[in-house]
């Protein structure tokens, strides 16, 4: 069972960048696995932000694409986030994901970080 924990949100001002990571407690150097940012904003249903393959193909929602930027570090198990130009629409929690595409499909989720967005 893979576990992952993200950390890095938090209160930001519009215009503002937050970096979100994720920390996943086995190696995502998996040809099967897909790794992404999702996130929740009160009220709405949960959303993909952004994804990477093992072999670094990004996908991006359109609403972030120019200001934010997925990454991973296959040395530290990790998957960052780098969030730019924020706005209040940005706000909600965001979680870390983790889809292994055999046996159609397991997703597996971080416990999530809160991303505000307020002046």
């Known amino acids: 069972q893979v576990q992952l924990v993200e950390s890095g949100g938090g209160l930001v001002q519009p215009g503002g960048s937050l970096r979100l990571s994720c920390a996943a407690s086995e190696s995502i150097v998996n040809i099967y696995y897909v790794m992404g940012w999702y996130r929740q904003a009160p009220g709405r249903q949960r959303e993909l932000v952004a994804s990477?393959?093992?072999?670094?193909?990004?996908n991006y929602a359109d609403s972030v694409k120019g200001r934010f930027t997925i990454s991973r570090d296959n040395a530290k198990n990790t998957v960052s986030l780098q969030m730019n130009s924020l706005k209040p629409e940005d706000t909600a929690v965001y979680y870390c994901?983790?889809?292994?595409?055999?046996?159609?499909?397991?997703?597996?989720w971080g416990q999530g970080t809160q991303v505000t967005v307020s002046s």
């Open positions: 994901n983790l889809r292994d595409l055999r046996n159609l499909g397991t997703d597996y």
């Open positions: 990477i393959t093992w072999y670094d193909s990004r």
